[in-house]
């Protein structure tokens, strides 16, 4: 039995996970809270917000965010990954501007039109 | 002449703006000083934004940018780059801007919506020398995310907030090393979820009970020293570790910006620090509503959403009626283990169906019943399995209960013994 304290909303419901019995959770407010538990005792994984350099706008980052949740352990892959990129404006909220960054599947996103 | 003129156009101005449009009002004016619209959410660039909202998990700048975008959609007029200077009690606004420069001008009603700053170190006073390399987490947050430069490379940062904590991943990931984060507290003043993804994820070590006290360095910060504290929260002598670090941030408390509020005279809460405020989050002056951080601390910023639209939908139906004679008044107050609540007063009359009601506990509680009284009459029940003072409560109580009470109502917090 391990016990996690679920991130995915703010209310923070303490978990209780049973690896013997099928990841088993108890604790959770809601079903999300079941399948964090699971994930997060089998292969963790988190959402990834950062910022990369843009060229034009008023400021010069960009802030962006994986679209998936992408494997706990690649996050700093990703973030070097992002290091490597310039954008220019203009940039709109919702567009792709890396795709399958790091082979995780997930695309990083801006998160606001510049 | 405008029916509504908004003070500040973080997320409480924009969502009171949209919501006296929708309430009808037509000739409505937002005053921001910044170059933008969306207030701190800007440099919030992490996620954990509307999921009560939009149902979704969102980034500041999505958030804000969503609001942003519904404003567009209305006739609503923005100044930017315009600081407002005062506000009377006659409803006159000064304010001075970039381009436009000084001007009065008159509102039938005003919202404030002006947000917090961050608590200095001066506010607290921490001994040693004064080389640079402090900064508030929010300034530490507003050059990374959105200057794009880094303040150090060796960091310790002092408070548990959500600000902090959300600091120590920033930092972090950015290639800087987070050596600690100290909170004099026994406990952390943030959320659960930013302990777990922040500091947890990362290896970062959060000393409770502890607190800075030394800065060393000349020109540039070169050792912090961090001592335990005792209940009383003076340090101990001989439990000093000393970090090698070059930065320090302080995440140390937001308090209301409410200079404005209290030239305009309007009556202050000395426990919210923000005005006190009735049902519909109108203050003392008629015709005067605030919300949002200027109002009392938030942690969620879909509560200021909420907040924010019952303020400005009152600011429209006070221009539509030309306020109205005075009602009955029922005041909140604080029974055992509750610190403060927004609303401090409530018109019944005035409520609709249900008044949601705020508040925060004074200290870490599991199974809880939050009850509601008036005199010797209970009114209302509810229970809780935890309540922390890092989380904003709040109760909904419906109309009739209200009616039921006299003069005033007491909200308290009662543990469940354990068995
Ligand atoms: C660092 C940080 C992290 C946070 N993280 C989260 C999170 O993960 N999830 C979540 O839900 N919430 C979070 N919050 C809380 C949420 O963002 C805030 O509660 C919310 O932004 C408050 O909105 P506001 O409009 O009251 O204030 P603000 O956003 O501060 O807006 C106030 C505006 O008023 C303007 N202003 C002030 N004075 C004047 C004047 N005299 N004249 C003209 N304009 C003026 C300011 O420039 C500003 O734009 C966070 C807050 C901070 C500070
Ligand atoms: S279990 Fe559900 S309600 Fe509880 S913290 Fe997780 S997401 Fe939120």
Redesign the pocket.
């Known amino acids: 039995m391990k016990e996690l304290i679920c991130i995915v909303c703010?209310k923070g419901c303490h978990l209780h996970v049973d690896e013997a019995n099928d990841y088993k959770v108890t604790g959770n407010g809601c079903p999300r809270g079941a399948e964090y538990g699971r994930i997060e005792l089998t292969h963790p994984t988190r959402v990834v917000t950062s910022t990369v350099r843009c060229a034009g706008g008023r400021y010069p980052r960009c802030p962006v965010k994986t679209d998936q949740p992408v494997p706990k352990e690649q996050i700093f892959e990703v973030m070097r990954a992002l290091d490597q990129m310039e954008l220019t404006a203009p940039v709109q909220v919702g567009q792709v501007v890396l795709s399958d960054v790091c082979r995780t599947g997930a695309n990083v996103v801006a998160t606001r039109s510049i | 002449m405008y029916d509504l003129i908004v003070?500040?156009?973080?997320?409480?101005?924009?969502a009171a703006a949209c919501a006296a449009w929708e309430g009808g009002l037509r000739s409505i004016l937002i005053?921001?000083?910044?170059q933008e619209?969306?207030?701190?959410?800007n440099?919030?660039i992490?996620?954990?934004?509307?999921?009560h909202y939009f149902k979704e998990e969102l980034t500041?700048p999505e958030?804000a940018g969503r609001f942003i975008r519904m404003l567009s959609d209305t006739g609503v007029e923005v100044r930017l780059d315009?600081?407002?200077?005062e506000v009377t009690a006659d409803r006159q606004v000064h304010?001075v801007g970039k381009t436009t420069g000084y001007r009065v001008e008159q509102a039938r009603s005003i919202v404030l919506?002006?947000?917090?700053r961050?608590r200095t170190r001066g506010a607290i006073g921490i001994p040693g020398t004064r080389p640079a390399g402090v900064f508030t987490?929010?300034a530490a947050?507003r050059y990374v995310n959105m200057e794009g430069w880094m303040p150090g490379n060796r960091v310790v940062i002092l408070g548990s907030g959500?600000?902090g904590l959300?600091?120590a991943r920033r930092m972090t990931l950015e290639g800087a090393k987070v050596l600690a984060c100290v909170e004099v507290m026994p406990y952390s003043g943030g959320?659960n979820r930013?302990i777990v993804q922040c500091l947890h994820d990362y290896d970062i070590p959060l000393y409770l009970s502890h607190t800075v006290t030394d800065i060393r360095g000349k020109d540039r910060v070169e050792q912090v020293v961090v001592s335990q504290v005792d209940e009383r929260r003076n340090p101990i002598p001989g439990t000093e570790m000393v970090f090698d670090c070059d930065t320090l941030l302080l995440s140390v408390g937001?308090i209301p910006?409410n200079?404005?509020t209290r030239q305009a005279g309007v009556e202050m809460d000395r426990r919210t620090n923000g005005a006190v405020v009735y049902e519909n989050m109108e203050t003392s002056i008629p015709g005067v509503f605030a919300?949002?951080?200027?109002?009392h601390?938030?942690?969620?910023?879909?509560?200021?959403t909420a907040e924010?639209q019952r303020a400005g939908a009152a600011a429209a139906r006070y221009v539509a009626q030309n306020g109205d004679a005075p009602q009955r008044v029922l005041q909140v107050r604080n029974g055992d283990g509750v610190t403060y609540t927004v609303p401090q007063r409530i018109r019944p009359d005035r409520v609709e169906k249900r008044c949601d009601l705020f508040f925060r506990v004074n200290r870490i509680c599991g199974d809880s019943e939050i009850l509601v009284t008036s005199g010797d009459t209970q009114i209302a029940r509810f229970k809780r399995e935890h309540l922390a003072p890092g989380e904003m409560e709040n109760i909904t109580l419906p109309r009739v209960l209200l009616d039921k009470a006299r003069d005033e109502i007491t909200v308290s917090i009662r543990e469940v013994e354990q068995a």
Not at chain 2, 46 to 51: E, I, M, P, R, T
Not at chain 2, 82 to 85: E, H, Q
């Open positions: 703010p | 003070i500040g156009g973080g997320p409480a101005g924009l005053v921001e000083r910044d619209l969306g207030g701190i959410l440099q919030c992490h996620n954990g934004f509307g999921l500041g958030y315009t600081m407002v200077l304010m919506a002006m947000g917090c961050e987490a929010g947050q959500d600000i959300i600091m959320l930013n937001l910006e200079e404005l919300c949002g951080n200027v109002c601390v938030h942690d969620l910023v879909d509560f200021v924010s």
